[in-house]
């Protein structure tokens, strides 16, 4: 790996295929979900290692409550074993996890395991671990222009006064940088309502594998187009 390749500060990954990988193999759906959880551990591992200080992951979308209950079920029990059992190994690594989305519709248990990951990961410096887990952009954006609302209807804030980075703080990234890269596993092209406000400089990568089959040298090939795009952010540069 070239010392001076450039290196995104923040990479963001919208997991898809395990499902598809599943019905490749004869496998049930959940099947496809577990063995996604490697993919997870192999993109922590090569993130650590590339330098990025930020990986965002979506995990579990809003729209993914409308999925058959026993599939649901199987990823909630699957969030909660993997919590378990990775934190000792994430405390190792030096990462921290952060859960993004909204917490009212998950269990008490599920809640538990959100909150311990967070608490025993706290102290990590190397890697932030974000986990959009019953996540939506657009929610997250009516959310944001809700609190907004209410701060210019008790008089905190003027109306004329509110500007971009006002909104980005009513966010549920606050806090969180932007993403430099977006990968969408399964050769899909779409964000899917994820990041949406976020993204909107991201440089964008879809290639064809599926999620459960994204390891450390796909991640590392991801890093590799990164580094060859320039990032212009609507400039134009003279040749």
Request: charged fraction near 30%.
């Amino acid at each position: 790996m070239s010392e001076t390749r450039a290196i995104p500060r923040h990479v963001a990954i919208i997991m898809d295929g395990n499902g598809r990988w599943a019905k490749q193999r004869n496998k049930e759906r959940y099947e496809g979900h577990i063995a996604g959880v490697e993919s997870v551990r192999a993109a922590v591992r090569a993130a650590a290692r590339c330098g990025v200080e930020w990986l965002t992951l979506y995990a579990f979308s809003t729209e993914n409550w409308g999925r058959p209950t026993a599939e649901v079920d199987a990823i909630m029990e699957l969030f909660c074993r993997t919590v378990m059992g990775e934190a000792e190994d994430l405390v190792r690594q030096g990462v921290r996890v952060k859960v993004m989305g909204e917490r009212t519709r998950f269990s008490e248990e599920v809640l538990r395991m959100i909150e311990r990951i967070e608490s025993v990961t706290a102290e990590g410096r190397r890697l932030t671990l974000v986990l959009a887990f019953n996540y939506s952009a657009r929610r997250e954006m009516v959310l944001a222009a809700r609190a907004l609302a209410e701060r210019v209807a008790s008089g905190e804030l003027r109306a004329e006064d509110i500007d971009e980075a006002d909104f980005a703080d009513a966010l549920m990234s606050r806090g969180i940088p932007d993403p430099d890269f977006v990968i969408r596993t399964s050769g899909e092209c779409r964000l899917s309502n994820f990041l949406l406000w976020q993204s909107s400089y991201a440089e964008l990568y879809f290639p064809e594998v599926l999620w459960p089959d994204f390891g450390e040298e796909e991640f590392e090939r991801a890093m590799e187009e990164y580094a060859r795009r320039e990032r212009r952010y609507g400039l134009v540069t003279e040749e």
